[in-house]
């Protein structure tokens, strides 16, 4: 070969591995995404549940002690409800 031809060969061979691993990158960031998100949304469900139930036991005449060993939310964050 070349030393062109050579070097052409070389580039190629590079530049293959680059878009390959970049492929990788992007199917590898969506798949870490969706489980973030997943996660994020798990969560927030949980938050969400806990702050109805402190809702619920603070119109039910509960202490606020009492809320927040039930639900884990701190007393302040009941007193804000």
């Not at 969560?43 to 969400?48: C, T």
């Amino acid at each position: 070969l070349t030393k062109y031809e050579s070097s052409l060969k070389i580039y190629r061979d590079l530049k293959g591995v680059i878009d390959t691993a970049f492929d990788e990158g992007k199917i590898e960031g969506k798949i870490e995404g969706k489980i973030e998100g997943k996660i994020e949304g798990k969560i927030e469900g949980k938050i969400e549940g806990k702050i109805e139930i402190a809702k619920q036991a603070k119109s039910m005449g509960l202490s606020i002690t009492d809320i927040a060993k039930l639900t884990g939310l701190s007393k302040d964050e009941i007193k804000k409800l």
